[in-house]
């Protein structure tokens, strides 16, 4: 066998084996007629441990190229070539092999296990469906007449949503700017991955805040981009910890989200919001402003955007109805340098043609009337209602064990444990009870943390999810004081 393992390649050996047996097919140099060499054969012929090639056999069974007969050994798959003695594509070679990663698997593990209807969703950072502005879209759809028109719309999204738009950024966060400024998203994070795909290369480094949301996505990995982190504390990050890294990295964008940040909820004082700003203007770092919640404030006082003060066209500022509104309604936005917003329509008109023009009528209909005001009022009352709850459920139930700050906008609550804990075998035990919460791993490198969104849960779900977050906090606890007796003494 004329093949050498790469051991100071990264691939796991099994994974190379496999690999070069499935070339090896492909090529005609293992015949369909003969057996493949024996696990214990080839094991010794790389000079592996037997486990490694059994590994590797597997690997090649489950995904149908070979198969195991007892007795007899290994042998290429009789159904290799399907009934018009063509080959079937190695899709699981696909699907590991592609460039668009996939999400972590805890983020998927609780996304499967957050479709259970009874299970209390403290983990999905969205609104509850009676939040949801239902009566007055039923409304809209009863009185208005839809008389857009039903081909393709302007690449930059419907003219008519992006004035509406402009005017809604006006009078409710002061950022003042006109339609040909926006381009119409789908959702926050479509907008994400259009700014990373068109004005990133393999190869930039980033800064991101550490906890964040951005720190959870995949996006970052996918297009080769190397990602610093910027420490948070309770108000934000430190706006000169940039400048070091950009002196070490040549930071090429950085990526904030100033109001009620997600998972922390912290707010980003004035005074280092404006610091952000010298020091992009200082060392020409553009930068990314991530705002779902400002206008979630619970007093209904906005503070200044980094984009309301930003008078140099250093911000790129993201938003949508997906924490304020409805997540199903797949409607955000960016705003920035006319150049730069046509250049990211270009590419978001290559993907989808431009965006549906039934969720933009529906969005311009409802920001444009008296009744998006009415609804806003009533989130920020029960998004405040639901988290008193949360704080008094902490308090009652966890007493000492944990701390947190009381957000005063947002949907998230990011809540220290005082002890140390796994925070996976916490959730695990937490999902066996009916209770969905995400790890703060998830969200940085500080361990002891975990987040809960208080928006998506009624406040008497929020008080069960609590009381069963506490049991499985002392499951764990006692389960490690059993284990501490039970080990003897060294």
């Given at each position: 066998?004329?093949?050498?393992?790469?051991?100071?390649?990264?691939?796991?050996?099994?994974?190379?084996?496999?690999?070069?047996?499935?070339?090896?097919?492909?090529?005609?140099?293992?015949?369909?007629?003969?057996?493949?060499?024996?696990?214990?054969?080839?094991?010794?012929?790389?000079?592996?441990?037997?486990?490694?090639?059994?590994?590797?056999?597997?690997?090649?069974?489950?995904?149908?190229?070979?198969?195991?007969?007892?007795?007899?050994?290994?042998?290429?798959?009789?159904?290799?070539?399907?009934?018009?003695?063509?080959?079937?594509?190695?899709?699981?070679?696909?699907?590991?092999?592609?460039?668009?990663?996939?999400?972590?698997?805890?983020?998927?593990?609780?996304?499967?296990?957050?479709?259970?209807?009874?299970?209390?969703?403290?983990?999905?950072?969205?609104?509850a469906a009676d939040l949801f502005p239902a009566e007055?879209?039923?409304?809209?759809?009863?009185?208005?007449?839809?008389?857009?028109?039903?081909?393709?719309?302007?690449?930059?999204?419907?003219?008519r949503l992006r004035e509406t738009i402009s005017n809604h950024l006006y009078g409710y966060k002061g950022i003042s700017n006109d339609a040909e400024s926006i381009l119409i998203t789908s959702g926050a994070q479509q907008a994400l991955h259009l700014i990373v795909q068109c004005l990133l290369k393999p190869g930039d480094a980033v800064?991101?805040?550490?906890?964040?949301?951005?720190?959870?996505?995949?996006?970052?990995?996918?297009?080769?981009?190397?990602?610093?982190l910027l420490k948070s504390d309770e108000n934000g990050i430190n706006p000169d910890d940039l400048i070091e890294?950009?002196?070490?990295?040549?930071?090429?964008?950085?990526?904030?989200?100033?109001?009620?940040?997600?998972?922390?909820g912290v707010q980003m004082p004035l005074s280092r919001r404006k610091r952000i700003l010298e020091i992009s203007s200082d060392y020409g770092i553009p930068i990314v402003e991530d705002d779902p919640y400002s206008i979630t404030a619970f007093n209904g006082n906005i503070a200044s955007s980094l984009k309301r003060m930003d008078y140099n066209g250093n911000v790129l500022y993201i938003s949508s109805l997906s924490k304020i509104v409805a997540s199903g309604l797949r409607i955000g936005w960016i705003v920035g340098p006319k150049k730069v917003i046509q250049r990211l329509a270009d590419a978001k008109q290559q993907i989808d043609f431009g965006h549906s023009i039934f969720p933009q009528w529906v969005a311009n209909e409802f920001i444009g009337s008296p009744q998006f005001d009415e609804h806003i009022h009533k989130v920020r009352q029960q998004l405040e209602a639901r988290r008193k709850q949360l704080s008094k459920a902490l308090i009652h139930f966890l007493g000492d064990k944990v701390e947190f700050m009381e957000p005063h906008g947002g949907i998230h609550l990011w809540c220290k444990l005082k002890e140390p804990v796994d925070e996976f075998q916490l959730l695990n035990e937490s999902l066996k009870r009916g209770l969905a919460f995400v790890p703060g791993s998830i969200f940085g490198e500080s361990k002891g943390f975990v987040r809960f969104t208080y928006g998506r849960s009624a406040p008497p779900d929020i008080w069960e999810g609590i009381s069963r977050f506490s049991e499985a906090l002392q499951h764990l606890h006692k389960n490690n004081l059993s284990n501490k007796v039970a080990t003897p003494k060294s």
């Open positions: 066998m004329n093949f050498k393992l790469d051991r100071s390649d990264k691939t796991p050996l099994y994974k190379q084996i496999a690999a070069y047996i499935e070339n090896g097919i492909s090529t005609g140099e293992f015949s369909p007629d003969t057996a493949l060499p024996s696990e214990r054969h080839l094991a010794k012929e790389l000079q592996v441990n037997r486990s490694t090639v059994v590994a590797a056999y597997d690997e090649l069974q489950s995904i149908g190229i070979v198969e195991r007969r007892k007795g007899s050994g290994t042998h290429i798959s009789t159904d290799i070539w399907g009934i018009s003695d063509k080959r079937i594509p190695n899709w699981g070679r696909y699907v590991e092999d592609g460039s668009f990663l996939p999400n972590l698997p805890l983020v998927q593990k609780i996304r499967t296990e957050t479709q259970n209807n009874d299970m209390i969703n403290m983990a999905s950072g969205e609104l007055q879209f039923h409304s809209i759809f009863k009185e208005k007449p839809f008389t857009e028109h039903l081909g393709y719309d302007h690449p930059q999204g419907n003219i800064a991101i805040e550490d906890p964040s949301y951005a720190y959870s996505l995949p996006l970052f990995k996918s297009a080769g981009l190397r990602s610093y890294l950009h002196r070490k990295h040549r930071i090429r964008m950085v990526f904030i989200n100033p109001d009620f940040q997600n998972p922390t």
